[in-house]
């Protein structure tokens, strides 16, 4: 009997992780993307607001209200948060597996969201059902899941940095410190005074100090993992390229260490795990760029008594779609890394 072929829909499209979407699944053995959908752009070829699909994917932005007749088996909510709620509320009763892109069920609680995002959940009955998609941790758990949240960007390459000591609960109390830097794409596909090319091009800068929102998704995912309450310091940057997200991890331990024992640590600890590289030197964005590899190096300092692990993912995929595809493919009992191949692109 031939395999089934699932069909797949991408709300918001339009958007940077919807059209990478897109990228990933026209070739995915296992789907066909039977609508995408745009509200601003409806009735327009997708392929005029991403010309790099022209003859590939000239399929019609359709809005987001023809999904109900449309008995998808997969939707993909590639919407900013506090927009994503309101469709999983929808739509859930449709009975298509959903995989929400946004920060909108990343948390533990309502009150969690409410208190980090400023901003009501309009559908807190939704924190009950939704799993927290980082395939490295919760694959069995996603496996049965009809709703997936998707990692934020930068908690996907900080939790992945330091997760083997903390599931080995080698972590000093209170040492953590996260670092980390983002291209451009990760602030979505519209225009503001922030992203403008003068207040971007040639500079670096932190921002969010002590409030960004992805803290507390790291350190929920990290208390989890540790059975503690973790509470770590991370600062974001903006940085001048279009994607990459670049962490730099810093912390004391529990333990006599040296770099062999650390290495040990990762090595069993990412042993089956096929998209983590662990690695000699620290890479660089562009050694993962358009694909879904986390490539991480973890060094012991023997002078500061500190282990500094450094991180980086595309922030579009293993940061958002590939890593979407990834829970998909778990989702639906597929090979993990079906259609999810591709070899970074450098230079
Ligand atoms: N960019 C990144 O690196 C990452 C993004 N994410 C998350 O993924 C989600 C999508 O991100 P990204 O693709 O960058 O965002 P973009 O801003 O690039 O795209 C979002 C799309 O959502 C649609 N949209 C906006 N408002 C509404 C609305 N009220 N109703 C329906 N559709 C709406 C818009 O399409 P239209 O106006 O055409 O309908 C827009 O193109 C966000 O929640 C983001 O936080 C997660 C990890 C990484
Ligand atoms: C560079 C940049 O602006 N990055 C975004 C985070 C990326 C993202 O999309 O995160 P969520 O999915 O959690 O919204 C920011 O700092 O807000």
Same mark, same amino acid.
């Given at each position: 009997?031939?395999n089934?072929i699932y069909k797949v829909?991408i ?10 979407l897109a990228r990933l699944l026209v070739h995915h053995p296992a789907v066909e993307i ?19 699909? $022209?003859?590939?994917l &000239? ?14 088996d997969i939707?993909f ?123 971007? @091009? ?47 991890? $810093? ?18 600890? $990412? ?15 562009? &050694?993962?760029?358009?694909?879904h ?21 595309? @922030? ?5 779609a590939s890593?979407a595809v990834h @829970?998909m493919n778990?989702?639906l009992?597929l090979s993990?890394s079906t259609g999810l191949s591709q ?5």
């Open positions: 009997m031939d089934p829909v709300v918001g499209a339009s958007g940077f992780t919807g059209s990478e039977m609508m995408i959908t745009s509200e601003t752009h409806t009735g327009k070829p997708f392929s005029d607001l991403h010309p790099q699909f $022209y003859g590939i &000239d399929m019609e932005l359709v809005s987001a209200s023809a999904v109900e007749n449309s008995k998808p939707i909510l590639a919407l900013p948060h506090g927009i994503s709620m309101d469709f999983v509320a929808k739509w859930e009763p449709l009975g298509a597996k959903i995989i929400d892109l946004s920060g909108d069920f990343r948390l533990s609680s309502p009150e969690v969201y409410e208190n980090w995002y400023e901003k009501n959940h309009s559908y807190p009955q939704g924190f009950k059902n939704a799993i927290y998609g980082l395939p490295e941790l919760n694959a069995d758990q996603i496996k049965d899941a009809n709703l997936v949240a998707n990692p934020g960007c930068y908690p996907t390459a900080s939790i992945l940095a330091l997760s083997p000591l903390f599931a080995r609960n080698k972590i000093q109390k209170g040492s953590v410190v996260i670092d980390a830097k983002s291209g451009l794409t990760g602030a979505g596909i519209k225009a503001n005074a922030t992203t403008h090319f003068s207040n971007v @091009n040639e500079n670096f800068k932190a921002y969010s100090i002590g409030s960004h929102r992805h803290t507390v998704e790291i350190e929920e995912q990290l208390s989890t993992l540790s059975q503690n309450k973790v509470t770590l310091q991370f600062t974001p940057h903006l940085l001048p390229i279009d994607r990459g997200i670049l962490v730099t991890a $810093y912390a004391s331990v529990t333990e006599e260490m040296n770099q062999e024992k650390l290495d040990k640590i990762y090595h069993e600890f $990412y042993q089956d795990k096929q998209f983590i590289r662990l690695r000699k030197s620290p890479p660089g964005v562009k &050694d993962v760029r358009g694909s590899f986390c490539d991480i190096c973890p060094v012991w300092d023997a002078r500061t008594q500190r282990v500094i692990v450094v991180s980086v993912i595309d @922030n579009l995929l293993k940061g958002a890593q @829970n778990l989702m009992g993990e070899i970074p692109l450098k230079p």
